[in-house]
């Protein structure tokens, strides 16, 4: 299956623990540990399993992170952020399921969160928010997906060139 869904049965899943490795580490994106985001998440049917998703591919799964961080982690229903507190690096929160009241803790980095909670705000999709962003000041090889440094001729990983033709 592709995205955060179970693994087994292709259902949403609730997701209680998210790192983007990039944001946290403050540092230059594409470091062999830092491409991808770490997630565990709950099947009401399966119990527990880990996912990691690549960063540079996050157009394609960071909405389904939005509704998997906000649903409840006994059924699939939506529910509202309770209990919201910080914790270092990590906010940890309580959804407010309708049926089932609050559901256990949930841990996301902060950076990640306060992104979902922007794109709620404003009602619009990941990759709405994207094409409104400036371009970066690095590359990725279209080989490897490795980060090239700005100027450079070829990637330092695999030796492709990135120079336009």
Not at 57 to 70: G, H, I, R
Not at 82 to 102: T, V
Request: net charge positive.
């Amino acid at each position: 299956m592709h995205g955060l869904n179970c693994p087994r049965c292709g259902g949403p899943v609730s997701v209680f623990w998210g790192r983007d490795f990039r944001k946290f580490a403050m540092t230059t994106p594409g470091y062999r540990d830092r491409e991808w985001a770490s997630f565990k998440a709950k099947c009401p049917y399966h119990g527990t399993f880990k996912l990691r998703l690549s960063v540079a591919d996050k157009v394609s799964w960071f909405d389904q992170f939005t509704e998997a961080m906000l649903r409840c982690m006994k059924c699939e229903r939506i529910g509202t952020i309770a209990n919201l507190r910080d914790k270092g690096q990590w906010l940890l929160f309580n959804i407010m399921c309708p049926e089932h009241g609050l559901s256990g803790t949930k841990r996301i980095v902060s950076s990640l969160f306060y992104l979902v909670t922007q794109l709620q705000e404003q009602g619009i999709s990941y990759k709405e928010y994207m094409q409104t962003q400036p371009p970066g000041s690095y590359t990725l090889c279209p080989n490897c997906r490795h980060v090239v440094e700005p100027n450079s001729k070829f990637c330092g990983k695999c030796g492709t060139s990135v120079m336009p033709r």
